[in-house]
């Protein structure tokens, strides 16, 4: 439950679904990635940290958890709606929430929902560090309220 104020849109592929004819479990993790690196580009006005690509500091996926309550199919464009719940020293938890429209295959339904912890990471030295002030700033402005622990 709650507001989400970020929404990213996910086309579900054919190659997305199994000999059942629903979205394999594996890809709603995808689909929240997805989301997540679009909640952070958005939020941040980065662009998306690689530690292969020459970025020195990013964020790691450290845990996620998925709750599935509905299938989703081929040809239906899912909603992955974002927001982050809480900001601590070096890490920061993520909500996501999937959803699905009425389509010609099901009703509008709550597909699944996922909470993640997000760890700020240096690259070089291969450990976490504190979550960057602009980070925290950014997000907390864009979420409309202190987020920190």
Partial sequence: PGDFAHRHLVDV??????????????????YVEIARIAYWEHVTGLLLPIGA???????????????????????ET????????????????MVHRITAPDS???????????????VSYDYSEECPIPVPDEWRAAMEAFEGRRLTS
């Fill in 13 to 30: 592929r054919l190659s997305d679904t199994d000999r059942m004819g629903h979205v394999n479990n594996a890809r709603y993790l995808t």
């Fill in 53 to 75: 690509h020459g970025a020195e500091e990013g964020m790691i996926l450290a845990e996620i958890r998925m709750t599935y309550r509905s299938a989703a199919f081929y040809g």
């Fill in 78 to 93: 899912l909603t992955v709606e974002t927001r982050v719940e809480r900001i601590g020293r070096t890490s920061f938890g």
């Fill in 104 to 118: 010609r295959v099901a009703k509008a339904r709550l597909v699944a929902v996922a909470d993640s912890t997000l």
